[in-house]
Each structure stands twice: as structure tokens, then as C-alpha cells.
């Protein structure tokens, strides 16, 4: 089975950075899209930012030009740097992996990032 496990969630305060970690083990078909959704109190979960196993990359309009989306394909291991950060950044931040035409989909445990103000 593939298991998704996170770093480097945190308390942070405005104007900070941290950077998220996840690294995927198990059968992982190389071509790949991994990516970072976050779910606030309240609110549904939203898609951060994705990156394929080729390097393309998409950003949710709110991070562009604050956050950085990059992966190890040796590792199989997708980061997030977040720069900038808002206090409107505060979420659960999950890690995810899919591939394939039937969209195989696999999730890490989550990660609180609090962002005061």
C-alpha cells in the first residue's frame, strides 16, 4: 500500500515561511502528479498547488508568487515552500499523490499550519 507521510507543519507568524515536506513509499507508477490541498475550519478542502512528475506546475490563485512547488522523483518526495505567509493561510495542510486513467489517488496524514497575526 502507498502511505504519504508530512513534515514541517508549524505555528508561524505573518510575514514567516515554513516548508512542507512528503514522502511517498510503496508501488508509486513514475508518472505521477503530486500536489498540496489544505481545508480550513469551516470551509472545503482546495487544491495549493500540483506538480507532475515531468515538473509542470499549477498554483491556486491566492499563493502565486508566495509559494514554491518542487519534488525528488528519486525520492518520490513533494515539498511546499510558503512564503509570505497570512494569517488567511491557516489550515490543515494535506499532501496527495494520484496517477493513472483511473485516477488512483492517496492522501498523507495532514498537517496543522497556524499563521498569527
Known amino acids: 500500500q502507498v502511505q504519504l507521510v508530512e513534515s514541517g507543519g508549524g505555528l508561524v507568524q505573518a510575514g514567516g515561511s515554513l516548508r512542507l515536506s512528503c514522502a511517498a513509499s510503496?508501488?508509486?507508477?513514475?508518472?505521477?502528479?503530486m500536489g498540496w490541498y489544505r481545508q480550513a475550519p469551516g470551509k472545503q478542502r482546495e487544491s495549493v498547488a500540483t506538480?507532475?512528475?515531468?515538473?509542470?506546475?499549477n498554483y491556486a490563485d491566492s499563493v502565486k508568487g508566495r509559494f514554491t512547488i518542487s519534488r525528488d522523483n528519486a525520492k518520490n518526495t513533494v515539498y511546499l515552500e510558503m512564503n509570505s505567509l497570512k494569517p488567511d493561510d491557516t489550515a490543515v495542510y494535506y499532501c496527495?499523490?494520484?496517477?493513472?486513467?483511473?485516477?488512483?489517488?492517496?492522501w498523507g496524514q495532514g498537517m496543522q499550519v497556524t499563521v498569527s497575526s
Open positions: 506538480i507532475t512528475s515531468g515538473g509542470i506546475t
Open positions: 510503496g508501488s508509486i507508477f513514475r508518472i505521477n502528479v
Open positions: 496527495n499523490l494520484k496517477w493513472g486513467t483511473a485516477l488512483r489517488d492517496y
